[in-house]
């Protein structure tokens, strides 16, 4: 399979879609320039956008489960927080042309240990989308994880 990359999915999209689900954080204040930075995997037939978090201190001591990876001390994904996302909503982040040499250098770092990674974040993305179809919301993973159909029926308007 092919190297994981970084994109970027449209604010605008990700707007829509927390209306639907409480798990998906947006927000129309301070932050609302917020990227929203992530792996792309397909899932079920459908592309599903993996967000990455900035590293904090707080992470240093949770453990790492099937649905939390950690990216060294750059970033986390949230695998249990990943969305569908449609074609022309998500563009491939331009590593080479950021201007922010500090932030080149940590997509960089970022790039290279998602690369590393790749399988076991595609495994666990797996893992963790079987088994909210399978549990609903009857476990903590279940309780903490978006719900992958409702989602879907909601990107699947979107278009």
Same mark, same amino acid.
């Given at each position: 399979?092919?190297?994981?990359?970084?994109?970027?999915?449209?604010?605008?999209?990700?707007?829509?879609?927390?209306?639907?689900?409480?798990?998906?954080?947006?927000?129309?204040?301070?932050?609302?320039?917020?990227?929203?930075?992530?792996?792309?995997?397909?899932?079920?037939?459908?592309?599903?956008?993996?967000?990455?978090?900035?590293?904090?201190?707080?992470?240093?001591?949770?453990?790492?489960?099937?649905?939390?990876?950690?990216?060294?001390?750059?970033?986390?994904?949230?695998?249990?927080?990943?969305?569908?996302?449609? @074609?022309?909503?998500?563009?491939?982040?331009? !590593?080479?042309?950021?201007? $922010?040499?500090? /932030? %080149?250098?940590? =997509?960089?770092?970022?790039?290279? @240990?998602?690369?590393?990674?790749?399988?076991? !974040?595609?495994?666990?993305? $797996?893992?963790? /989308? %079987?088994?909210? =179809?399978?549990?609903?919301?009857?476990?903590?993973?279940?309780?903490?994880?978006?719900?992958?159909?409702?989602?879907?029926?909601?990107? %699947?308007?979107?278009?």
């Amino acid at each position: 399979m092919r190297d994981l990359k970084l994109y970027e999915v449209d604010s605008k999209y990700v707007k829509y879609l927390s209306a639907y689900q409480e798990h998906i954080y947006y927000s129309d204040g301070e932050k609302a320039s917020r990227k929203y930075i992530g792996v792309i995997l397909e899932i079920n037939g459908l592309k599903y956008f993996a967000p990455l978090s900035s590293f904090k201190p707080k992470h240093k001591k949770m453990s790492e489960g099937v649905d939390f990876i950690k990216i060294k001390d750059y970033a986390v994904i949230n695998i249990n927080n990943m969305i569908p996302v449609p @074609e022309g909503m998500y563009t491939l982040v331009d !590593i080479k042309g950021t201007k $922010d040499q500090h /932030y %080149k250098y940590l =997509l960089q770092s970022e790039s290279r @240990e998602i690369s590393r990674q790749k399988n076991r !974040i595609i495994k666990n993305a $797996d893992i963790v /989308y %079987k088994h909210k =179809l399978i549990n609903g919301d009857n476990t903590p993973l279940a309780k903490r994880t978006n719900d992958f159909k409702k989602l879907e029926k909601a990107c %699947k308007s979107f278009c």
